[in-house]
């Protein structure tokens, strides 16, 4: 008996305007169940339908599918909403407030399909977000995420995507997302991670063994035992084929080509190039040209061995790709290392890909009115200000890190900014205060007018400390190292060149953090330095800069602070807590007797530790070797639970050194100790954080052995607040 379908006739209901965005989510959902109930059934990402081995080409996201496919859903829907009117039930939609929630998410997804956004732009949505709103909707975190990355900011995508995977805890995009956050952040072990658990819940599209491909490969170049790093080459070159042979994506095929390149295969990887080649030539005469398009051409002309022609269609990318760094970067990671493979200089194609240069800045400031010794000629601010705009054009400078003092500072700010540039400022100090001290400073002027709107602009403002100090000095020589580690590790996210820039009088003399100071601490990194030379102001005779004295018994000095707490205290027994005291803080005590690095002062109370360090490298490798020795020490041997542990937490910042009236020891007081104190408690069980701050002086002071990766902003213990955090570790092992 044949079948004849006999739907409910819905021809006599029109939709109403107010439900067709219910169609499309309908829809969205109506194909996420059906791939949900296909992946729990076995089904795999496939290049055809293959009922035998049960694999599907439809098993990727609803942003992925044919709008053939995404029209069958949207008619299903279509019909079943319109038959539940037919039938004379209604659907009755949000009220106005929900309506209006509506409204702001489709303006802001709206708004995201603007590819003329910059990181500000991005910024300005995610920091005037409503989270209540957005909770509702994962597509605004995926696009935001997206576009973010696209950039090549990851730890702030980090953040994006981390919030929307708090409520929407199972999205595949945003998961990988994630992954693709963390490999570019430079976490490839927590990135490796997510893509095998995409894996082994049967997710096999591209984009999660794209991920798995990428991970391998971040692996294989990290790896330094030779048959591990073979090991890893071979995984991630299976990740991209596998995906390669599913689907025919050029994506993945072209990464598999590469790594069979380097893997000396040279048949799979002509073999597979010639396919990516034809394909990519096919798709480039369908559509207007593509960054990856080209991209993919460049690079597999170059396994051809055509590098010339590669080059063409490498500088096309490059031209297209302008301030999508992310991708510029990837794309010539992987040129960098097909011309190692193939024995050319590596660096032969970096001038087809226009990768941000960051700048970091220090020069004179303008002194307050009356206060003499300025070094700042402000006779000459007109020719200063084009120097600098001249010297940035040179340079070709996209970014730019300084603090913004009236003079010098904000001379080089506005620059960046007129050029097109982003701008991140360290200030010593909340902005009211540090406006009254440095930036409106002459009543003549128009200083704070223009600090003002530098500041609207700024991607990121950064504060070294809370509050201005009894003693600035120490203030002004912390934030210039912040300035300095914020650049460096600025430029460590895209892989490029950080020049320094100066505006310099010449003359050697002044205080810690003064622009002299800082361009010797540059020169003892060797670092390329560019000086905007400027006369000795003739009309300031120069002197030191003036200061309060500060009593000596009660100096503020740059310190960094250790706090840990034992996991597992509360729960020990009287007989375990004596115990305790005798094995836990009795063999530490003998074991710290041996370290090379020594604490300034120490203190204990109960499970916890505080330590203060005159350096961060000391701090570290003694944080690093408290954690190993607690992890490596069998403790029910002591007498103790087997898994005792600690939680660590380092933090550096201005503190105010003083003899404690009560204990009559030496004791260190201030807000950053408050600041440290509150970081130990989100810590991990076993593991070390770290501040930005710390992580920051790290990076300026060129401490290569120890590796600062970015956690995320998480929010301190007792509503401290919500800081960057990294984990620290030491830089030969895995994050």
């Given amino acids: 008996m044949k079948y004849t379908p006999n739907p409910i006739d819905t021809s006599d209901v029109e939709l109403p305007e107010e439900l067709a965005d219910l169609t499309e989510l309908l829809s969205e959902n109506t194909h996420e169940i059906w791939a949900q109930q296909r992946i729990k059934d076995g089904w795999t990402l496939g290049p055809e339908r293959d009922d035998k081995v049960m ?10 599918l044919p709008e053939s496919e995404k029209e069958y859903d949207r008619n299903t829907s279509m019909e079943a909403i319109k038959a539940i009117l037919h039938l004379g039930y209604r659907i009755i939609p949000p009220v106005e407030g929900k309506v209006r929630v509506q409204d702001e998410v489709r303006n802001i997804l709206d708004r995201l399909e603007d590819k003329s956004l910059n990181l500000r732009d991005l ?15 994962p597509e605004i ?48 072990y927590k990135a490796n991670q997510i893509a095998r658990e995409l894996q082994s819940e049967g997710h096999q599209d591209d984009d999660t063994l794209g991920l798995l491909g990428r991970t391998h490969k971040d692996l294989w170049e990290k790896e330094s035992d030779s048959q591990e790093k073979l090991s890893q080459l071979e995984q991630a070159f299976q990740a991209y084929y596998t995906s390669y042979k599913n689907t025919g994506s050029s994506y993945t095929g072209i990464n598999a080509a590469t790594l069979a390149l380097i893997k000396g295969d040279l048949d799979i990887a002509h073999q597979i190039g010639r396919s990516v080649y034809q394909l990519s030539l096919e798709q480039s005469k369908e559509s207007e040209q593509d960054y990856w398009t080209q991209a993919t051409l460049g690079e597999v002309l170059l396994i051809l061995g055509q590098p010339e022609q590669a080059r063409e269609y490498y500088s096309s990318a490059g031209e297209i790709g302008k301030g999508n760094f992310a991708s510029l970067h990837s794309t010539r990671r992987n040129a960098r290392l097909l011309l190692e493979a193939l ?15 960051i700048a970091v800045f220090t020069g004179h400031p303008v002194l307050p009115s009356g206060q003499s010794g300025s070094r700042f000629p402000t006779h000459l601010e007109a020719e200063i200000k084009e120097r600098i ?42 902005v009211e205060q540090f406006v009254k001290d440095s930036v409106d400073v002459d009543p003549n002027s128009n200083w704070k007018n223009r600090f003002e709107s530098i500041l609207k602009q700024a991607g990121r403002v950064i504060m070294a400390n809370d509050y201005p100090a009894k003693d600035n000095r120490v203030l002004l020589e912390f934030t210039s190292l912040i300035v300095d580690g914020t650049a460096i590790l600025r430029a460590q ?7 320094s820039l100066a505006v310099w009088d010449g003359q050697e003399t002044g205080q810690l953090g003064e622009t002299p100071d800082v361009l010797s601490r540059w020169r003892n990194l060797d670092r390329k330095i560019e000086i905007i030379d400027i006369p000795p102001n003739k009309y300031n005779k120069h002197k030191n800069t003036s200061f309060p004295q500060v009593d000596s018994q009660f100096s503020h000095e740059i310190r960094v602070m250790f706090f840990a707490d034992v996991v597992g205290y509360s729960k020990l027994s009287e ?63 002591r007498g103790l639970p087997p898994d005792i542990n600690l939680r660590i937490a380092l933090h550096t910042g201005p503190v105010y050194r003083f003899t404690d009236p009560l204990i009559k020891q030496l004791n260190f007081s201030g807000s950053h100790v408050s600041r440290a104190a509150r970081i130990e408690p989100i810590t991990p069980p076993g593991q070390v954080y770290a501040s930005e701050h710390f992580a920051s002086l790290i990076v300026a002071n060129n401490i290569t052995d120890i590796t600062c990766d970015y956690v995320g902003l998480l929010q301190l213990a007792k509503n401290y607040g919500t800081f960057r955090m990294y ?8 994050e």
């Fill in 389 to 430: 705009t001249n010297k940035l054009n040179q340079l070709n400078t996209d970014i730019g890190i300084s603090t913004a003092a009236a003079g010098s500072d904000i001379l080089f700010l506005e620059a960046m900014i007129e050029r097109g540039g982003e701008v991140d400022i360290i200030l010593p100090y909340e």
């Fill in 727 to 734: 984990h620290v570790r030491r830089s030969y092992e895995p």
């Fill in 493 to 499: 996210e895209y892989d490029t060149s950080l020049v």
């Fill in 141 to 188: 975190y995926r696009h935001l995420g997206h576009r973010i990355l696209g950039i090549g900011e990851p730890l702030l995508a980090f953040d994006v995507i981390s919030e929307g995977l708090e409520v929407w805890s199972n999205d595949l995009r945003l998961r990988q997302l994630l992954g693709l956050a963390l490999a570019r952040g430079g976490s490839p």
């Fill in 575 to 637: 007989m375990e807590v004596a115990h305790f005291i005798q094995e836990f803080l009795g063999y530490l005590a003998e074991e710290m007797e041996t370290y090379p690095y020594k604490p300034l002062t120490r203190n204990t109370w109960g499970d916890a530790f505080y330590f203060v360090f005159a350096s961060v490298e000391d701090a570290a490798q003694f944080a690093l070797t408290q954690r190993d020795l607690i992890r490596d020490t069998d403790w029910a041997k």
């Fill in 55 to 64: 694999t599907h080409p439809c098993l990727v996201s609803y942003d992925q």
């Fill in 343 to 357: 024995g050319k200089e590596p660096q032969w194609l970096d001038d087809c890909f226009a990768l941000p240069k």
């Fill in 123 to 137: 910024s300005d949505v995610w920091r005037g977000r409503s989270s209540n709103n957005w909770r509702n909707v």
